[in-house]
């Protein structure tokens, strides 16, 4: 999956010949799944029609600052708000002077100060005037600031001279941004585990026990553990959801068939997360033919006997103990009931989350957890379950292996 997947890029299209090419990069960018909407400057509109635009990303262009339609809402602020990155192809001369010198008179400048999020420029203009020491300047100044500069490329340009102004094919305009958002590499050549999904404990040859786990949290955390670089086996209970590309999945059913699994894994892993909802409780005994409703019944009981703790065990061991980390789904005293399981569980880490929330917990393409250890809690606010691994992987790696 691309790094762009999902990502809400805002392009700035600046005045210049090569705002030709921006229309080919909004097809680039679609193609590894980004939301591209584009600003255009009144320069850019000489060169390229904003129809033009809106047919690619179909989504409406943006053009002008003070839009009736969109002010009654702060349309720019609402735009700068709404963008992961702020790409600004082609960045003229007179574009990135503007931006240095931190003005906002018109729509894309005023995004650009207003965004929080990250400023990427593909610098496109003549070779003499990229080597202007004011725009050298200029560049400096934008990269101090944090801003990323995307080329430019050198060779023929429109006006006959040769040299370096040129802006980025698209294709490798398209790479560089896919490469900004390109995870760090946090674990690299480490070993994961990690358990996901629902178990389920038969009755009978029809029925179970089971749990409203979708296995949505620990498929994303395992997606985002190999994005980091790792090689991971997902232990997976009976869910129907598609393997992350490049992940080892094992797919199991009850209890004791997942830590039979886990136990294998965890010989040779460096980081064990235990994201399954594993069932506490199984029948004590299992009929070998569908249990029939007693006429006159209206009750019955059934025994149960305790599933082993999974990731109890796995903190447990005395060699080959890999870093461990537990989850908890709680309904009330969330953080009180999580760092209780810490505890008792002997886990480095636990990731604690409401799964009653409105927006969150089972079933839910959301969540908001809170991570628990030695060190105190720390609260993520709500997120897509995709964002939220990514980050809670970035969180775990640096406890796990620092340095």
Not at 9 to 30: C, E, M, N, T
Not at 163 to 185: C, H, I, N, S
Not at 214 to 224: E, I, P, R, T
Not at 289 to 301: F, L, N, T
């Amino acid at each position: 999956m691309s790094s762009l997947a999902d990502k809400r890029i805002l392009l700035g299209v600046g005045g210049g010949i090569a705002a030709y090419k921006s229309a080919d990069l909004v097809r680039r960018l679609l193609e590894r799944g980004a939301d591209v909407r584009v600003v255009m400057t009144a320069g850019a509109r000489e060169f390229v029609q904003p129809l033009t635009f809106q047919a690619l990303s179909g989504n409406p262009v943006h053009t002008d600052l003070l839009d009736p339609a969109a002010e009654a809402a702060m349309g720019h602020i609402e735009l700068a708000k709404w963008a992961d990155l702020v790409l600004v192809a082609p960045a003229s001369a007179n574009i990135m002077a503007r931006l240095a010198a931190g003005m906002a008179d018109d729509l894309l400048s005023t995004l650009c100060l207003a965004t929080e999020a990250p400023l990427a420029l593909a610098p496109a203009m003549n070779q003499a005037m990229w080597r202007h020491p004011a725009t050298t300047a200029n560049a400096a100044t934008l990269c101090e600031r944090g801003a990323a500069l995307l080329g430019p490329d050198a060779g023929s340009q429109a006006c006959g001279d040769i040299g370096p102004g040129r802006m980025l094919e698209p294709q490798a305009l398209a790479a560089e941004v896919e490469r900004l958002f390109a995870p760090v590499q946090s674990l690299a050549g480490k070993c994961v585990a990690i358990t996901a999904g629902p178990t389920r404990e038969a009755l009978d040859p029809v029925r179970f026990l089971s749990n409203h786990s979708s296995g949505k949290m620990g498929f994303a955390l395992a997606a985002a553990a190999q994005r980091a670089g790792a090689e991971v086996t997902l232990i997976a209970g009976p869910v129907s959801l598609p393997t992350p590309p490049g992940v080892k999945r094992i797919d199991v059913v009850d209890a004791r068939e997942m830590r039979e699994a886990a136990e294998r894994a965890a010989d040779f892993c460096d980081l064990f997360i235990g994201a399954a909802a594993v069932a506490d409780f199984r029948p004590a005994e299992v009929a070998v033919q569908k249990i029939k409703k007693e006429d006159g019944r209206d009750s019955d009981s059934l025994a149960l006997v305790k599933n082993p703790d999974i990731v109890a065990g796995i903190a447990a061991r005395t060699s080959r103990r890999p870093f461990t980390v537990g989850f908890a789904a709680e309904t009330e005293k969330v953080e009180e009931h999580a760092r209780g399981k810490l505890l008792r569980k002997k886990l480095d880490l636990i990731i604690a989350n409401d799964v009653s929330a409105a927006d969150g917990g089972f079933n839910s393409d959301r969540n908001a957890v809170t991570i628990i250890d030695s060190s105190g809690a720390t609260q993520l606010p709500s997120a897509l379950k995709t964002e939220l691994a990514d980050q809670l992987i970035g969180i775990i790696s640096a406890r796990a292996f620092p340095g």
